[in-house]
């Protein structure tokens, strides 16, 4: 997860329906964030992660993830993804929006994020009047 909640998040891990046993996932010195200890993944802890590990491995378990940032500056959202998994999380975006991220999960500013000096902040909401329902997956482009 992107290195731009460190220390400001709070970041956990639960199978679903198992709420009770969420763990917090922890940032490393690289900003990536790693859960350990995480209910039915303890023994694979231990593999050595070479490519038989990963060939051999049992059948994943559905976790939800959930991002909170506490200062309140990106959006909190949860998702859920079959773990383990290798590498860093690629994330997918809808319809190819944006074409393609780079390693990692996108974070959204929050509306109640203050702006630094000497930027600007635009806010719009999208509606699709003949539906009368926000506009999904709208794209605005302010030049």
Do not use: C
Request: glycine share 8%; proline share 8%.
């Amino acid at each position: 997860m992107s290195g731009a909640l460190v220390g400001m998040a709070s970041t956990s891990a639960y199978i679903v329906g198992k709420i009770r046993e969420s763990v917090r996932a922890i940032a490393n010195r690289k900003g990536v964030y790693v859960l350990h200890h995480a209910p039915s993944l303890q023994r694979l802890e231990q593999g050595e992660g070479n490519r038989e590990f990963w060939d051999k491995l049992p059948p994943r378990k559905k976790f939800v993830i959930e991002v909170n940032d506490e200062r309140r500056r990106f959006q909190p959202f949860q998702f859920t993804e079959q773990l383990p998994i290798e590498g860093i999380y690629k994330w997918i975006g809808a319809a190819g929006s944006p074409p393609e991220y780079p390693a990692g999960i996108p974070l959204y500013s929050s509306p109640v994020r203050s702006v630094p000096s000497g930027m600007a902040v635009v806010r719009a909401d999208s509606w699709d009047a003949s539906q009368d329902s926000p506009a999904a997956w709208a794209v605005i482009e302010v030049l």
